[in-house]
């Protein structure tokens, strides 16, 4: 059983910059990809950032050019890098992975971007 866990969030000011990470508890090599979601309050969970097995990303709209997506293999982390960042990223993030048509979710961690 695959364990995810997060850290990195935190309350940062309009414009601002955090970095999630996401530690895995095996190797990272078995998901065929890797994501970050996010819920506000009221909200329905939205994927925000994705990355395959082979290298492709995808971002959302919202956050297009001011997150990035990215693995360590050796160190068997997900990061998200987050610049820029606005009241409207307020949120929790989820750490997600997908294996044989699984998914396996970390506990979240809170964002909030307020001044």
């Known amino acids: 059983q695959e364990q995810l866990v997060e850290s990195g969030g935190g309350l940062v000011q309009p414009g601002g910059s955090l970095r999630l990470s996401c530690a895995a508890s095996?190797?990272?090599?078995?998901?065929?990809?890797m994501g970050w979601y996010r819920q506000a309050p009221g909200k329905q969970r939205e994927l925000v950032a994705a990355i395959t097995s082979g290298g492709s990303t995808y971002y959302a709209d919202s956050v297009k050019g001011r997150f990035t997506i990215s693995t360590d293999n050796y160190k068997n982390t997900l990061s998200l890098q987050m610049n820029s960042l606005k009241p409207e990223d307020t949120a929790v993030y989820y750490c997600?992975?997908?294996?044989?048509?699984?998914?396996?979710w970390g506990q979240g961690t809170q964002v909030t971007v307020s001044s």
């Open positions: 095996g190797s990272i090599l078995i998901f065929n990809a």
């Open positions: 997600n992975a997908q294996y044989r048509g699984t998914h396996y």
